[in-house]
């Protein structure tokens, strides 16, 4: 399910080699047309990076979710992101965990782009992006063979 209300877009749109060149792993992302970022889908929060610009989810299966929310945002001198999990949380699909100050990062030069990458391949056989453009959280976009 999108990350956020907006348009998403296949993995290869995205305007950073890292993530449009499938190098972490495959996904998708969001350009954000508001602030809530959304749990794409269920599992345990297993990292906050302390710059609060990802987040680490890993489901029941064993899959590896990382949620990387805008391009550069890292090099921010101040988070531009207000996270509302823990680590360890269990969360579900469309539950809110985190907040993002798009017009703060937009200021400071970095794109909001939000995408969601399954970084250990190994344990996915494909993902396909069946829907793309303006889509409401809590929409089924794609599908995950595990």
Request: one cysteine or more; proline letters at 4%.
């Amino acid at each position: 399910m999108p990350v956020a209300n907006g348009e998403v877009i296949a993995i290869d749109q995205v305007d950073d080699p890292v993530f449009s060149q499938k190098m972490m792993g495959d996904g998708f992302a969001v350009i954000p047309t508001d602030t809530t970022i959304y749990a794409p889908i269920d599992g345990t929060i297993t990292s906050i990076f302390p710059s609060k610009h990802a987040l680490g989810i890993t489901t029941t299966e064993g899959i590896e979710v990382l949620i990387h929310m805008g391009l550069d945002t890292i090099e921010m001198k101040e988070s531009a992101f207000t996270i509302h999990v823990v680590e360890g949380q269990k969360i579900t699909a469309g539950e809110i965990i985190a907040t993002a100050d798009l017009d703060k990062i937009k200021s400071a030069g970095k794109q909001t782009t939000m995408i969601v990458v399954f970084t250990n391949g190994e344990k996915i056989n494909a993902f396909h992006l069946e829907k793309t453009g303006k889509q409401d959280p809590g929409t089924a976009i794609g599908c995950l063979e595990i």
